[in-house]
């Protein structure tokens, strides 16, 4: 008799679980985040994504204490170079500019997502404009993770419209650039992997280890030794183009399985890759 009260009570309690996490906590990722050493770091990350990868520029820089800031459009998401931030340690301290931050796009106010946080059990700081998640299983290291509130999100969605149908009328740029296929993030345990799995939660699951919101790239866990960002996967349109491309400017790396990864500076801790 206990252990069918038992098998009842873990029944009941998986079926409130689900139903807890019916409600996204977000729309999509809105911005993934360049941390830079210095403002000539900043400037170098700028015009490599600017002039080489010939992105839309969605804000030009600038520069708040003692930070630089600046956004392009990656056909779906903001890729936005910023830094340096003295006040933060980063597992990897003597980094010129590695991907940092992913920031999600609150489903309907910072407030909402707080409260399903808490559902759950996902640590995080007070929401604000910002809602800072501070649970160990999803950031640390070389990571990052935040949410946004975004009350202008029609708005923006109007001038991000734009951003991309002039990224169309250049082509994607001699790459061939349409949008971010997938983000890359590095987990370091089952513990990782789990909180992960929760905080995903409804999104639709490609695979065991890829999660596609309803919006935007898709999310890839990769087993790693840091909390961090692998890589970021670009879709283009022809990748026999980009590859031609890639050789005359030596910016070539390697094949990857589905494509190909760009040559960035060697100072550079972070990785692009294109596929088709």
């Keep these: 008799m206990k252990g069918i009260v038992t098998a009842v009570a873990l029944t009941l309690l998986a079926g409130c679980q689900t139903k807890q996490n019916t409600t996204p906590i977000f729309t999509k990722i809105h911005t993934v985040s360049i941390h830079v050493k210095d403002h000539a770091v900043h400037d170098a990350v700028y015009r490599f994504l600017k002039d080489d990868l010939q ?6 820089p600038v ?20 830094g340096p931030y003295s006040n933060l340690t980063y597992a990897t301290p003597d ?3 590695m991907f940092y931050g992913i920031t999600f796009e609150a489903y309907e106010s910072s407030d909402r997502s707080a409260a399903q946080l808490d559902q759950r059990r996902i640590r995080h700081e007070a929401p604000d404009a910002y809602l800072i998640i501070s649970d ?6 070389n990571l990052v993770v935040s949410i946004m509130d975004n009350p202008d999100r029609d708005k923006e969605q109007a001038k991000h419209e734009a951003l991309t ?15 971010v296929e997938e983000i890359q993030v590095g987990y370091t345990d089952k513990q990782d992997l789990d909180k992960w799995k929760t905080f995903m939660a409804p999104a639709g699951q490609r695979g065991r280890y890829r999660w596609q919101p309803d919006h935007g790239p898709v999310l890839r866990l990769v087993k790693s030794d840091l909390k961090e960002i692998k890589a970021v996967v ?7 183009s980009a590859v031609r491309y ?8 390697d094949k990857t399985q589905n494509g190909v990864e760009v040559k960035t500076p060697d100072s550079w801790d972070f990785t692009i890759a294109l596929q088709e």
């Design 246 to 253: 890639l050789k005359t400017r030596n910016m070539l790396v």
């Design 63 to 82: 520069t708040l204490g003692e930070r630089k800031y600046a956004g392009l459009w990656a056909g779906n998401l903001r890729l936005e170079p910023c």
């Design 136 to 141: 160990p299983g999803l950031c640390g290291q």
């Design 55 to 60: 992105l839309p520029v969605e804000y030009t």
């Design 234 to 240: 670009f879709k283009v349109a022809r990748l026999e």
């Design 95 to 97: 980094f010129t500019a």
């Design 165 to 179: 149908s002039q990224l169309r009328a250049n082509q994607g740029g001699p790459l061939g650039v349409q949008y």
